[in-house]
């Protein structure tokens, strides 16, 4: 494989940038352009250490930067291939003119993603490995960083690879039996595949239905913040950010569009979005910023549902209930510590769950908190212990192997031949494959690293 080269640290002003050469060439293409203070050639120098010296432009000997420079061979590096990295002064003029001159040897900008593409090539990490390093790279809360390293641990690939296993044996008994029908009894045979599918079928829903909570932790919770004008909804988010970011006023109508921040609530992340308040109204601005809020309300995983305990319940209440009745809704009922006016015994569900707060008075505020936690944390999923799956691409393929599962039941049960039940089985074996990569396609592979950011 041709030698890529690229910068792997964050593009910007910083102490140290690091540049990444991998391939062949690389400990060559290094030599050309490295002087180490000894005078010595990095080949001749200790490898995994650093060595002090400097980057020359082998075209003009110029001197562009003093460095640290570490070569590794193969097999025990990230790609498995020879590696030098180079470190330089951080900022974008530097790490660019050493690139850059790299680049003019023989070797290329690596692509999105190639290093951990390589890494997935020569198969030092599997395909769900290779996808949490992006995962960890991006996760927003300590939570999605652990369920990540779970999953760069192997610990999602382990028990497919598990249920993998399991098919395999299952369909060496079935050929064996097709191909010596005397030796063993077809009717047994249905049986035992029966007994194990089941228990396969059973594991793999129950990673399908971690998937909600890996979602979560992985993306957040989108939540909107709804409710009239005034009801306090930007003092609301204001609150959960512990900055003033949304503009407060006594005036009705404030927010005009929607704004967007992400908050870690106790580990749950949230992408919350402050709204306009929602009533009818003349004013074209407002018009379309509640328009824009009620636009909003499909995509959201969660509603946060604001009363103003110090006003009656009006039509611009029920509006917004009747456009959330089929959403998970948390209510609030905001101002407390003013005359209470709002009578909600109309809504007996929502009088009973309803959470009294202050925002003024910072009163009842923890209770938000729980309730969040109880709402997405809860169920049968232990967020500590059992493995969650945190990719749709992961969640996708389990859903169609535990599909092909059902229909090996089905195909059992319809009395169908044992050659039937062999393709179902097949079936499972390549889609539960696809998640660890051992026969997913090209395409999909370009498609996954694709994702990547350059550099990693
Ligand atoms: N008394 C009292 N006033 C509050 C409370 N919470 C917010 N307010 C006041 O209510 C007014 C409106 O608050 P906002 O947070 O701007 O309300 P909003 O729902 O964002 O309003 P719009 O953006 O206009 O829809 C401000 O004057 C706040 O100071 C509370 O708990 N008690
Ligand atoms: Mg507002």
Known sequence: MDTIAAISTAYGVSGIGIIRISGDEAVNIADKIFKSKQGKNLKELEERKLNYGWIINPSNKEKVDEVLTVYMNKPYTYTKEDVVEINCHG???PLRKILDIILEQDCRLAERGEFTKRAFLNGRLDLTQ??????????KTE????????????????????????????????????????????????????????????????LISSADTGKIFKEGINTLILGKPNVGKSSLMNFLLNENRSIVTEVPGTTRDTIEEFVNLAGVPLNII????????????????????????DDSDLIIMIFDASKELEEDDEIILNNIENKKVIYLMNKTDLNT????????????E???????????????????????????????????????RHKNLLKKANNSLK?????IEAGLTLECLEVDIND???????????????SVIEKIFSNFCIGK
Do not use: C, W
Not at 407 to 411: A, F, M, Q
Not at 428 to 439: C, F, K, Q
């Open 274 to 297: 402050d709204t306009a308040g929602i009533r009818y109204t003349d004013d074209i601005v407002e018009k379309i910023g509640v328009q824009k809020a009620i636009d909003k309300i």
């Open 91 to 93: 900022g974008i003029v």
């Open 407 to 411: 229909e090996l039941l089905g195909s």
């Open 341 to 352: 006016k709002i009578d909600l015994t109309n809504y007996k569900e929502i009088e009973k």
């Open 130 to 139: 290779a996808e949490s390093v992006m995962d960890i790279i991006s996760s």
């Open 428 to 442: 499972t074996i390549h889609y539960l494959g696809e998640i660890t990569g051992s026969t997913v396609s090209e």
């Open 354 to 392: 309803v959470i009294k707060i202050s925002l003024l008075k910072n009163e009842g505020l923890e209770e938000i908190e729980t309730k969040v936690k109880e709402e997405f944390l809860a169920g049968n999923i232990d967020a500590n212990n059992d493995l969650i799956v945190t990719n749709t």
């Open 143 to 206: 939570k999605s960083m652990s369920l990540s390293m779970d999953q760069l641990q192997g610990r999602l690939s382990k028990q497919v690879n598990e249920i993998v296993d399991e098919l395999m044996e299952l369909k060496a008994h079935l050929e064996v039996n097709i191909d010596f029908p005397e030796y063993d009894e077809e009717e047994l045979t249905k049986e035992k595949i029966k007994e194990k599918a089941f228990i396969m079928k059973e594991n793999i829903e129950k």
